[in-house]
């Protein structure tokens, strides 16, 4: 079976750090690409992050100041998700995603960033930033 896992989520408070972790727990298949999405109440689910087997990553234009920075460790089929300095705006579910169809990696282009390109997922963990 395919199960992917969400872990460390909780409440923080703003301009502290959080780290969210996937881990690909049934490893049925490999994923050429995992990523996160978000979904904030009464919202669409949105593009966070990602990052190919190879460990090429993406990250959302808005959030690559430095407060957002994925990360995997192919050895405990694992991706991470380091959040410094969350704001209140980033209070989500965030979500765990793993594409099994094939994507050729290209330095400097992004990896798949849309919901319908992925094809698994987890079931999300919650993540709210106290001001």
């Known amino acids: 079976q395919v199960e992917l896992v969400e872990s460390g989520g909780g409440l923080v408070q703003a301009g502290g750090s959080l780290r969210l972790s996937c881990i690909n727990s049934?490893?049925?298949?490999?994923?050429?690409?995992m990523g996160w999405f978000r979904q904030a109440p009464g919202k669409e689910r949105e593009f966070v992050a990602s990052i190919s087997e190879s460990g090429i990553t993406t990250v959302r234009t808005d959030l690559q100041k430095g407060r957002f920075t994925i990360s995997g460790d192919n050895a405990k089929n694992t991706v991470y998700l380091q959040m410094n300095s969350p704001k209140f705006e980033d209070t989500a579910v965030y979500y765990c995603?793993?594409?099994?169809?094939?994507?050729?990696?290209?330095?400097?282009?992004?990896?798949?960033?849309?919901?319908?390109?992925?094809?698994?997922w987890g079931q999300g963990t919650q993540v709210t930033v106290s001001s």
């Open positions: 049934g490893r049925a298949i490999n994923f050429y690409f």
């Open positions: 995603a793993g594409r099994q169809r094939g994507w050729t990696p290209l330095p400097g282009a992004p990896g798949p960033q849309r919901t319908y390109e992925y094809d698994y």
